[in-house]
């Protein structure tokens, strides 16, 4: 990217997302201990569990996106 500005910019914006994936980290670590029954470690509702999984693994294939994309915007930030 020609526009370091832009490219700085970017990479601020991205950061935040960043951040915000990790809070929501912490949220489904929270979700995962209400779905598990205390007694037993088994699921409550398995419908709900089995959703929440998909939610889970889209929202960590979603972290994996970003960093790479970080990795691409430090790699062009060296460049320029």
């Known amino acids: 990217m020609d526009d370091r500005k832009t490219l ?3 990479m601020n914006q991205m950061k935040a ?5 990790y809070e929501n980290f ?3 670590a929270g ?4 779905l598990s029954s205390d007694n037993n ?5 398995a419908k709900i569990s ?3 999984s998909i ?3 889209k929202l960590e294939d979603t972290t ?11 790699e062009e930030q060296r460049h320029n």
Do not use: C, G, R, W
């Open 64 to 74: 994996d996106s970003v960093k790479v994309f970080m990795s691409m915007l430090k």
């Open 31 to 34: 979700i995962e201990l209400l």
């Open 55 to 57: 939610l889970k693994e």
């Open 50 to 52: 089995k959703n929440f």
């Open 26 to 28: 912490e949220h489904i």
């Open 41 to 45: 470690s088994t699921v409550k509702d």
């Open 17 to 21: 997302i960043e951040a915000s994936l």
């Open 8 to 10: 700085h910019e970017v």
